[in-house]
T-cell receptor
Framework: ETGVTQSPTHLIKTRGQQVTLRCSSQ?????VSWYQQALGQGPQFIFQ???????GRGNFPPRFSGLQFPNYSSELNVNALELDDSALYLC??????????????FGQGTRLTVV | QKEVEQDPGPLSVPEGAIVSLNCTYS??????FMWYRQYSRKGPELLMY????GNKEDGRFTAQVDKSSKYISLFIRDSQPSDSATYLC?????????????FGQGTTLQVKP
């Protein structure tokens, strides 16, 4: 186990609704990255939070937003859900930035189904 | 063109075989390369982490990077049924393993007893 926990594990939402996914980072880690993994694909980088600030964003629309708290846990919010948002959402916890960063440890993911 | 290309397979081998998994990448600025293993319905687990060119060995696993051809490989010796999983190659745009990773599509491996 990596010490990175995500909740909930599974979720079913209706198109147009909003969803919040949560991630608790590993103890001592100050960086959380979020990924979307569609079925049969590799994870795609959504964004990263470092010390409560957004620190880089992938090619995702603004309806994907996030937050990091003082204890370095994080939330991913998705508004106006679309069917294509159905995927496994992964968070990864690491410490530091650049070449000095520690390896990223992934949580088990939240499987979101949009109907 | 995707920044990291990986044949999705599936790849099926008998127990004990040597497995070769491969990826290509497009940006010569990439310097850090990782291999993750992902079991069904689980998060990815880091297997190997290499910097620049060369080989790195860890038990039955060997990671190889050839920067001249932009080619990365993972070799698994004496493959076991428990190695059956999806293997993801990844690199980092920002330098180091910062969590801003670019993944290949993943190769599904099945090791048959």
């Amino acid at each position: 186990e990596t010490g990175v926990t995500q909740s909930p594990t599974h979720l079913i939402k209706t198109r147009g609704q909003q969803v919040t996914l949560r991630c608790s980072s590993q103890s001592g880690h100050n960086t959380v990255s979020w990924y979307q993994q569609a079925l049969g694909q590799g994870p795609q980088f959504i964004f990263q939070y470092y010390r409560e600030e957004e620190n880089g964003r992938g090619n995702f629309p603004p309806r994907f937003s996030g937050l990091q708290f003082p204890n370095y846990s994080s939330e991913l919010n998705v508004n106006a859900l679309e069917l294509d948002d159905s995927a496994l959402y992964l968070c990864a916890s690491s410490n530091g930035q650049g070449a000095g960063a520690t390896e990223a440890f992934f949580g088990q993911g939240t499987r979101l189904t949009v109907v | 063109q995707k920044e990291v290309e990986q044949d999705p397979g599936p790849l099926s081998v008998p127990e004990g075989a040597i497995v070769s998994l491969n990826c290509t990448y497009s940006n010569s600025a990439f310097q850090y390369f990782m291999w993750y293993r992902q079991y069904s319905r689980k998060g990815p687990e880091l297997l190997m982490y290499t910097y620049s060119s060369g080989n790195k060995e860890d038990g039955r696993f060997t990671a190889q990077v050839d920067k001249s051809s932009k080619y990365i490989s993972l070799f698994i010796r004496d493959s076991q049924p428990s190695d059956s999983a999806t293997y993801l190659c990844a690199t980092s745009r920002a330098g180091g393993n910062t969590g801003k990773l670019i993944f290949g599509q993943g190769t599904t491996l099945q090791v048959k007893p």
